[in-house]
């Protein structure tokens, strides 16, 4: 069995159906790539994947760990959600960083919570069972955090005074900050300027030499293509093509899959 | 000079019934705004229009009327009565906690939904997110209006006079009578000393907040 199951996922909203019936699978350590024109779903699909919204049907397994099942109600609990979501992560298109707390707090914030309710629950965070020796590591990690991704000299600056792909790089080491098994990035960088487009991308291949399991919906299909061990070609709420870049991006077979990527051809890529 | 110190000291009597009522509903008014705003974003639809259409009775006719239905109808109703002081206060509490509740309401609102989102997918609990994510920014965004509100609560408290709350500018009309005509004027220097402290005041805490920009 695969690191990540997707099975038979469905989601409508309303009358819309919005994923038709999306099944795929990666192994730890892999990258996906999710392509495809806007409107396909490429979001939704993420959004299911951090338990934003629920589907109608399907099933998501981590590590042979029902995490949903669209027949068994007690997977929709809150606090069912609450533990589960946190095999994933999500950076979002426009960051979303909290406006009144200095970046390493952004970082903070999340695990210092955990380990308050984890103290107070079973009497230890990661075998530390004092909040005091929890924070001290908390912050270790953070300031490490904030090295990987470039930043650690920003440490105490708010985000309002960041620039764009600053603020990405920030919310990217802030979803790490919390160890998901999959980190999942709704196009990171098609909020950002195109000059600050690069630093972003970097950190994202600097990910995945260290073994990260990453799902990126992105626009940069030359980016997709150098990073991903997969692609998948999203078409209408339905997987119209997936396989490796060479497959997808090189050859595609679908006729829909080459219409798409003549579109960015054009712009001589 | 004599009747200089006189005349202050009357008002001043006055005045401290208008800081009782200043106190006492910015006090009571708060914490029943919040709970009104809640019940005017509820999702349960029943509660939600009967909350719309009390906030719209409120807001909708004047603060004084509502002095004199709560002074005047219960003892006409059920033959109970409030002192003045209390009745003026139970109108003033009910009618700034419905402008407050909008307050709040346009603050919690203006909260773009990522923010939430952001501490969902981070795994924070609805009231973590609530008070460590969103409240600090709502308190930013209210500020400006509150303080509008609180100095237009400054002056209101002399409508309590229509209920014969010995209130300031209710001294300063007994001595209009007695044919002293200056006291009634002099009474907007004591209005205007605590509007500006207040205004100070929100001016400080403005600039304390003015660390981020949301
Ligand atoms: N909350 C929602 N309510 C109704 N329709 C939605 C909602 N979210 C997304 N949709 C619709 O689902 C479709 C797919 O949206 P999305 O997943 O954002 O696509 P993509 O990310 O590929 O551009 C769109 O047609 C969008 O209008
Ligand atoms: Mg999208």
């Not at chain 2, 994510?133 to 209006?145: E, Y």
């Not at chain 2, 500018?169 to 402290?197: D, H």
Request: glycine residues 8%; proline residues 4%.
């Amino acid at each position: 069995m695969s690191f990540l199951q997707v099975e038979n996922i469905k989601k409508s909203f309303g009358k819309t159906e919005v994923l038709k019936n999306i099944s795929f699978s990666l192994e730890k350590g892999e990258v996906l790539a999710i392509i495809g024109s806007s409107g396909s779903g490429k979001t939704t699909l993420l959004r299911c994947l951090n338990f934003l919204e629920t589907p109608q049907e399907g099933r998501i397994i981590v590590n042979g760990n029902v995490l949903f099942d669209g027949n068994d109600e007690s997977k929709r609990s809150e606090s069912a959600i609450r533990k589960n979501r946190l095999h994933f992560g999500l950076v979002f298109q426009n960051f979303n960083l909290f406006p009144q707390y200095k970046v390493i707090e952004n970082l903070t914030l999340a695990p210092t919570l955990k380990a308050k309710e984890q103290i107070r629950k079973n009497g230890s965070y990661k075998g530390l069972s004092s909040m005091k020796q929890a924070n001290q590591l908390i912050t270790e990690e953070a300031e490490m955090l904030l090295k990987k991704v470039g930043l650690y000299e920003k440490r105490d600056f708010y985000p309002c005074n960041l620039s764009g792909g600053q603020q990405q790089r920030v919310a990217i080491a802030r979803a790490l900050a919390l160890e998901p098994d999959i980190l999942c990035f709704d196009e990171p960088t098609s909020a950002l300027d195109p000059e600050l487009t690069g630093e972003v991308l970097n950190v994202i291949r600097g990910l995945k030499s260290s073994d990260s399991t990453m799902i990126v919906v992105t626009h940069e299909i030359g980016f997709a293509h150098d990073v991903a061990d997969k692609i998948i070609f999203m078409d209408d709420g339905y997987i119209e093509e997936e396989g490796t870049p060479q497959q997808v991006i090189d050859n595609p077979n679908s006729e829909r899959t080459k219409e798409f990527l003549a579109r960015f051809n054009q712009f001589g890529d | 000079m004599e009747q200089f110190f006189n005349v202050t000291g009357e008002l001043l009597v006055g005045f401290s019934q208008n800081c009782e009522i200043f106190a006492l509903t910015l006090l009571m008014a708060i914490p029943l705004g919040l709970i009104i705003s809640m019940g005017s974003m509820s999702k349960f639809m029943p509660l939600k229009a009967v909350v719309k259409t009390f906030v719209w009775i409120i807001r909708g006719t004047p603060l004084m009327l509502q002095l004199f239905v709560v002074f005047y109808i219960p003892s006409l109703v059920w033959g109970i009565s409030f002192n003045r002081m209390t009745a003026a206060i139970i109108a003033f509490v009910i009618n700034y906690a419905a402008y407050f509740s909008e307050i709040f309401r346009g603050g919690i609102e203006s909260i773009p939904r990522g923010q939430y989102e952001a501490g969902q997918v981070l795994g924070m609990s609805k009231s973590q997110i609530f008070f460590k994510v969103v409240l600090m920014q709502v308190v930013k965004r209210i500020t400006a209006p509150m303080s509008n509100e609180i100095i237009t609560l400054v002056k209101d408290t002399s409508l309590a006079r229509v209920i014969m709350v010995p209130e300031m500018l209710k001294a300063a009309e007994r001595f209009t009578m007695q044919g002293l005509i200056w006291p009634l004027f002099y009474t907007g220097v004591f209005f205007l000393l605590f509007s500006g402290i207040l205004t100070l005041l929100f001016g400080f805490i403005e600039k304390k907040l003015d660390y981020y920009k949301i």
